[in-house]
């Protein structure tokens, strides 16, 4: 079946980037296939890139894990109404705002809420993993 | 039949009035704080589940009889094949 | 054609949360989904009647409701029993339907998508 995943917890203020993750891994090893994983809400605040994980946490870097379902072909969509407004910006954002630095990790890009729809349309399920 | 996702006891709370029977449940997160209350609210055993490595982390057992099921994440995805629509509460 | 629920669980002005949603269930309507929208705990405050969001710098809740119906999002529910509970006066512009708790089980469960996007 293919799926369309929202993930709309922050890194460290929710566990739903590891239950996204794994979930997704589990869909993957089950033959699934993953339309997209939108960020919504403080979920955006998973695409930042300057994220520094904490050397004693047993948490590992979830950026990094998500740039490995990025590189097995998984769409991974930062809103961008929500991103933009909580500084998650790409080069094109920061020249257009005149802001210092782009912030957006490699492997996701700014999408508008229209790719969670039609992700949501083009699948089978759609799972939500909160704050 | 819906899949609930509940996420956390407040999540418990805000679902328990809002499914129909036949309904599945996953408690996840937090959420399995919440087994006891789950089947208090007539949920029954065989249509709850625990996530089982967030009841592990959490000293939650379900060996008790009649307590839900603990399932792995290959499981928890046979849940979401069989089950639209699906429903997260987390408050 | 999908048919969406997207439920509304906080209220507004404290957190985006109401507002987000909104703007995602407009979109899904753009996409052409049948799409209907429940208020339910304290999201049920979104519909209160005499707000005013410029006291606080914010869009009015009210008004962003009002608009609904041009982007094709008629379909508004409202938890019943916390409309009661907390005897909240609805705006007399809004077309929203007070349902019961029985009736949202059917609304969840007759929809293909629900979200929830809960904070």
Known sequence: MKYA????GAPYASEAAAHALFFADALLAGGHSIERVFFFHDGVYQGLGAQVPPQDSFNVD???RWQHL?????????CIASGIKRGVVNEAEQTRYELQHPTLAPGFELVGLGQLIAAINNADR???FPA | MSLHLVFSPAGLEACSSRWQ????????GNGVYAHKQALDVGIQPTDLHLLGPDAEARGISSEATGSPVSIDYPAFVELTLQCSPIVSWNE | MKRYLFIISR???GSSHALEQLEAAMVAAVFDAKVAVLFRDEGAWCIQQHQAGAAIGQKTMTNVLAALPAYDVEELYVCADFLNTYQIQTEPTLSVMPIRLPEQQAL????DVV?????
């Open chain 3, 108 to 111: 969840i469960s007759a929809c």
């Open chain 3, 11 to 13: 209220s507004p002005y």
């Open chain 1, 5 to 8: 995943l929202a993930v709309h």
């Open chain 2, 21 to 28: 029977s036949g309904d599945k449940f996953v408690l996840l």
């Open chain 1, 126 to 128: 759609y799972v939500e």
């Open chain 1, 62 to 64: 979830t950026v990094k």
């Open chain 1, 70 to 78: 990025a590189a097995q072909g998984v769409e991974l969509g930062i």
């Open chain 3, 115 to 119: 979200i929830t996007a809960q904070p």
